[in-house]
């Protein structure tokens, strides 16, 4: 796109284009000559998406932005990891992929509001801003409370239990995300119905300020079943649970 034909060879296309998608670092498009203001005026009606590390504008909008600058900068890094360890990057590419699915969602919006208003328009999408909104209810509790939320493992900080969990041949995980369902796991799967009314143990609340204590508790537990074998009582009791956590080539053979 440097040079002159090239230009000339996209500015046909966008005659034609409903969208335009493009992830240079801000402002490379501008010096080609292609920016927006340009391309409106060859197709008035083009919805242009711009991805970047950190949005069209604001002091960080010329930097250069990958994934992993994002998940740091961004919070997810501090969250991700073993209790007490170091922040960690998530396995996957969230932050890419999160944002490429926010620019198809602003595109296909875009796409909407031009069959009403007859016009296209420019969609920011940042990296940065993506990870941040993935963030959740990590960022409402510091705002509310000021205690930000640190490595914790695969447990989940706001439900207990909510966890992987050990069993004779390794580990499965456990996501009682309400009050019925931990009754019904403790009653129905484990035979601990005394866990319903442990005072430990009584409501969610109660239950993450002693979710070690009770992690500890079912893993005595399930420690003389396999994963499998506890994964199959917990799903005939209506209680989500999963195994392969440590088998990639597993779980795909299973799909």
Partial sequence: MKDTKGKEILKELVKKADALIENFRPGVMDKLGL???????????????????????????????????????????????????????????????????????????????????????????????????????????????????????NAYPAIAPYDSFAASDGDYVLACGNQSLFERFAKEVAGHEEWITDPRFENNVIRTENAEVIKQIIEDWSKQFTSEEIVDRCLKAGVPAGGNLMDFNAIIQGL
């Fill in 35 to 153: 920016g927006y203001d340009v391309l409106e005026e060859i197709n008035p009606q083009l919805v242009y998406l711009e991805i970047s590390g950190f949005g069209g504008y604001g002091r960080y909008s010329r930097r250069p932005g990958y994934d992993l600058l994002a998940q740091a900068m961004g919070g997810m890094m501090s969250v991700t990891g073993e209790k007490g360890g170091k922040p960690t990057r998530a396995g996957t590419a969230v932050g890419d992929l999160g944002a490429g699915i926010y620019g198809a969602l602003g595109v296909l919006a875009a796409l909407n509001a031009c069959t009403v208003i007859g016009h296209g328009q420019k969609e920011d999408v940042a990296l940065l801003d993506t990870i941040v909104s993935l963030m959740e209810n990590y960022l409402i509790r510091y705002r509310y409370t000021g205690k930000a939320y640190v490595q914790n493992g």
